[in-house]
């Protein structure tokens, strides 16, 4: 893909995330009936590690951190690092003619993926 | 100094120089292709670079080129971070990602289907939280919204198995590579499954490219 392109690319990725954010702070789905369900849950009435994401989204572009660690604290706690690694994907993508996406360690995705497991294991429990 | 040859509009390497004549030697690097070293402000022909050696052990065309080289390299993300970025954004990323990687088919194999069905996919989504804001807003249930839902499982399901298709003929026939994809992985982890073969054949060519086998 030439360098305009992935320029081009990168800034209809900018676009769409921030009208995702307006939309979901504009139509908060505790409000909002038209977010579709999640169908893990709706269908085996399991919480998968992304459940109540969206609600947690909505609560932090509200400015309210524990309603959105209440409602999906991995997802809040990945957030971070998520954000990180977009924004230095896309510095790379404007800058750099030869684009490679950024490296993280297999050692520390193992240490994420090993949180989020135990994370969608723990939610499911009958503690409360 | 290391070198980058330019083929079709696409950048290989780093070589070093010895690289650069052992691939003109073995054919996979022509003399008319171009080479730039990060020095270099104007790519030149590889000829002009390793001047020194004799023309008559070069192939000077018609040398096929490796398989390394030959075709793009399929989108290198790493697949926990595919799953990671999907679950933060609710399924959105995994879908956006169906879509780079059915770009890429399509340029590699021109007659794949899977990026139809994808898009048709993706129009599909657009029209379900269109249908499904407008009968929130009226306070109603739009009977059209499960029709489309169901419509989004079979198209991504359609495309996914396309996909599938594609990826096993292209890198049994065209790119030998050994592939064999799963039904039931594709069935239920469609692009995070692809993109781990993604990321070994990535591997794979790049261990080619730098001209050793792994242990």
């Given at each position: 893909m030439s360098h305009t392109g992935r320029i081009w690319i990168a800034n209809v990725v900018v676009l769409a995330t921030a009208t995702a954010g307006y939309l979901l702070h504009r139509f908060p789905p505790a409000t909002s009936s038209f977010y579709p369900r999640c169908p893990i849950f709706t269908w085996l009435h399991l919480y998968c590690p992304g459940c109540g994401g969206t609600r947690a989204l909505a609560a932090l572009l509200h400015g309210s951190l524990l309603e959105a660690m209440h409602w999906n604290a991995m997802v809040v706690l990945l957030l971070p690092f998520a954000t990180f690694y977009f924004v230095i994907t896309y510095w790379r993508a404007i800058r750099n003619a030869d684009f490679r996406w950024p490296n993280v360690s297999n050692s520390l995705l193992a240490l994420i993926l090993g949180c989020v497991g135990i994370f969608t294991v723990l939610r499911n429990l009958p503690l409360r | 100094m290391n070198y980058f040859v330019i083929r079709d509009d696409q950048r290989y390497g780093p070589y070093t120089l010895a690289d650069l004549q052992k691939y003109v030697s073995s054919g996979e690097?022509?003399?008319t292709d171009l080479a730039q070293s990060e020095g270099m402000s104007e790519p030149l022909p590889v000829s002009q670079i390793i001047g020194?050696?004799?023309?008559?052990?070069?192939?000077?065309?018609?040398a096929p080129i490796s398989i390394a080289h030959a075709y793009p390299d399929p989108p290198n993300l790493h697949w926990a971070l595919v799953l990671l970025f999907g679950i933060i954004s609710c399924g959105l990323f995994t879908a956006a990602w169906d879509i780079v990687q059915a770009v890429w088919m399509r340029q590699v194999?021109?007659?794949?289907k899977a990026l139809y069905y994808y898009l048709v996919y993706a129009a599909d989504l657009v029209l379900i939280a269109v249908f499904s804001f407008i009968a929130a807003q009226h306070h109603v249930k739009n009977p059209l919204v499960s029709f489309l839902q169901l419509a989004a499982y079979i198209l991504t399901l359609i495309g996914r198995f396309s996909l599938r298709s594609s990826l096993e003929k292209h890198f049994n026939d065209?790119?030998?590579?050994g592939l064999l994809l799963s039904g039931v992985m594709t069935f239920f982890f469609g692009a995070i499954y692809f993109q781990y073969h993604f990321n070994d054949i990535n591997r794979r060519k790049n261990l080619d490219r730098v001209g050793f086998q792994p242990a």
């Open positions: - | 690097i022509l003399l020194t050696i004799s023309v008559s052990q070069l192939p000077v065309s018609g194999a021109p007659q794949s065209v790119e030998p590579m």
